[in-house]
C-alpha cells in the first residue's frame, strides 16, 4: 500500500508561525493567490523528503 500525507504540520518556517492542514482524501492540487503560501507548503515538503533548508527560513 503506498504512503498517504493525511496531515501537515508547519510551525516557525519563513513566514508560517503555525498551520495545520488536514489533507483530505483525494486531494491533488494546491491553488490560491499571490503571496498565500503555496511555496511555503511545497517547501516544508521537500525539507521533510530531504532537501537541505535554505539559511533564509
Same mark, same amino acid.
Given at each position: 500500500m503506498p504512503a498517504v500525507l493525511n496531515l501537515l504540520r508547519i510551525k516557525n518556517l519563513a513566514l508560517v508561525e503555525e498551520l495545520e492542514w488536514q489533507? /483530505?482524501? @483525494?486531494?491533488?492540487?494546491?491553488? @490560491? *493567490?499571490?503571496? /498565500? @503560501?503555496?511555496?511555503?507548503?511545497?517547501? /516544508? +515538503?521537500? +525539507? +521533510?523528503?530531504? *532537501?537541505?533548508a535554505d539559511k533564509s527560513l
Open positions: 489533507i /483530505a482524501p @483525494g486531494f491533488t492540487a494546491i491553488t @490560491g *493567490e499571490t503571496g /498565500a @503560501g503555496k511555496s511555503i507548503i511545497i517547501g /516544508a +515538503l521537500q +525539507l +521533510l523528503l530531504g *532537501e537541505r
